[in-house]
């Protein structure tokens, strides 16, 4: 089974939500004030955040492990 954090890495932008959910499905959780914070916790422990203004372009996506938190793909300005 493909590693759902190197999928995440290989996505080219503009990245967008339906790529994110090709790969993860649908979010868990909605954790944003503002913007979208879509959070999915994956079987691995780690917990996958993807922020989006309009649940349609995304702006960044961060990973969170034992290692700590780690930037998989951020929006160019």
Not at 40 to 65: C, K
């Amino acid at each position: 089974m493909p590693d759902p954090i190197e999928q995440l890495r290989a996505l080219h932008a503009p990245v967008a939500m339906t790529d994110v959910e090709a790969i993860l499905g649908k979010p868990q959780a909605d954790i944003g004030s503002g913007i979208h914070i879509y959070t999915y916790a994956l079987a691995s422990g780690a917990m996958v955040r993807v922020g989006t203004p309009d649940a349609q372009h995304v702006m960044y996506i961060t990973v969170i492990d034992g290692s700590g938190k780690q930037v998989i793909y951020q929006q160019a300005p």
